[in-house]
């Protein structure tokens, strides 16, 4: 165990088989099994299709907290899969994906989910790092439009060094952006983040089957974090900004 006596959230993982390019999946026993020998207590996942959350949510809704994955040209339709998923399997959330889908994160196309995400007071995670589509700023443009919807960017900016600088200070200027730190190669940044944007708003994610959690563990443990700062990003900040509530 890397973190003794600290359970850990998983902000962002995923289940099921990603073909393509990936050819990579993961099965809900072996995150289970996985997420065991790591002491992550609880795990926030988002899968295509969306059922493949819903089961999981269903049967460990102690451990799983499953988000709705909507394409925002879906229009109403994805509207309304929001509300079904909230009320049918116990969504506590959305995920975007610009770079999937090709929209603009910050695109009109997304208001009509947003809009919903703030009726139902969900916070809605959005993929980043990846020009045109998913950059930090649009994100913050996003964020802009919608104060009262906590905004997850997923990999706080992602592989490149622009873009990492970019997200934090996106999300030092929009207090409802949360920075996700899965898939972020630099160890510096997170505590970077944690003293620009704040120690309430960067939270780990593993992004599995993508990452594996020893190596996204292992980054957090060299950032160079007291117990304080750890205990936050582990655990604390997402179980307050995401609203989980687990055993
Ligand atoms: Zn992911």
């Avoid at 997850?152 to 490149?160: S, Y």
């Avoid at 970019?166 to 899965?182: P, Y």
């Avoid at 944690?194 to 292992?218: A, K, N, T, W």
């Avoid at 205990?231 to 509530?245: C, F, W, Y």
Wanted: charged content about 20%.
């Amino acid at each position: 165990m890397i973190f003794e006596g600290i359970p850990i959230v998983d902000a962002h993982a995923h289940l099921g088989y990603f073909g393509g390019w990936a050819d990579i999946g993961i099965a809900l026993d072996e995150l289970i099994a996985l997420n065991k020998e790591f002491n992550v207590v609880h795990t926030v996942v988002f899968s295509v299709p969306n059922s493949i959350s819903a089961e999981a949510a269903k049967k460990y809704p102690d451990k799983i907290t499953g988000y709705v994955w909507l394409n925002p040209y879906d229009g109403e339709k994805a509207v309304n899969e929001l509300r079904i998923a909230v009320k049918e399997w116990g969504c506590k959330g959305v995920k975007l994906h610009p770079l999937f889908q090709a929209f603009v994160a910050d695109d009109p196309v997304v208001y009509p989910i947003m809009d919903e995400a703030k009726k139902l007071k969900l916070p809605v995670a959005i993929h980043s790092g990846h020009p045109p589509f998913s950059l930090p700023w649009s994100i913050g443009e996003l964020a802009e439009v919608y104060p009262d919807v906590t905004i997850v960017m997923l990999h706080m900016g992602h592989g490149h060094g622009v873009y990492i600088r970019a997200a934090i200070n996106t999300a030092k200027r929009h207090s409802n952006i949360v920075l996700e730190t899965s898939g972020m190669p630099m160890h510096t940044k997170i505590k970077e983040a944690m003293e620009v944007v704040g120690e309430d708003r960067v939270m780990y994610g593993c992004d599995i089957p993508f990452h594996h959690p020893s190596v996204e563990l292992q980054r957090v443990k060299m950032a160079g974090l007291n117990d304080h700062q750890l205990r936050k990003i582990l655990h604390d900040n997402a179980v307050e900004k995401l609203r989980l509530s687990f055993k």
